[in-house]
């Protein structure tokens, strides 16, 4: 079985990776249809958290990889949860609601975002917690 810190560094390639081919397929492919409904600048910010935050995922990863005391290396994997979930639900909302998805997308985006937010903070704590052990 597969470490979390291994899992991590796989997921946030997987990240990395959809967010730079939704990237390029909105720019070229999907571009007349994004400008025809006046959502590029939706699609490139949704693209733009993701890739963003598909970053920080990989770079929490790498951390996961050193020695990290357990108590840190779950704190760690909570955020690396929450940066998931905000990318799904923040960049994947815009994503759809882009491309003329439901309106009732509309207010997942900021329950997204604040998931990046919380990520930030358990981020945050669980360094700052580390710098007291």
């Known amino acids: 079985m597969p470490t979390p810190g291994r899992r991590s560094t796989v997921f946030a ?3 990395g990776f959809t967010a730079v081919a939704l990237g390029a397929f909105g720019a070229h492919a ?3 249809l994004l400008e025809a409904r006046g959502s590029l600048p939706t ?3 949704a693209v733009q958290y993701h890739l963003l935050h598909s970053v920080v995922l ?3 990863a790498l951390y996961l990889h050193r020695e990290t005391p357990p108590r840190i290396a779950r704190r760690l994997n909570s955020a690396s949860a929450l940066f998931a979930s905000g990318i799904a639900l923040f960049s994947g ?7 003329g998805g439901p309106h009732w997308l509309g207010p997942v985006t900021p329950l997204g975002g604040l998931c990046l937010l919380a ?3 358990a981020v945050g704590h669980a360094l700052w917690r580390r710098e007291e052990t």
Do not use: D, E, Q
């Open 13 to 15: 390639s997987a990240a």
């Open 30 to 32: 999907l571009r007349p």
């Open 43 to 45: 699609w490139a910010t």
């Open 58 to 60: 990989l770079a929490l």
């Open 93 to 99: 909302s815009l994503y759809l609601l882009a491309l």
């Open 119 to 121: 990520g930030w903070l």
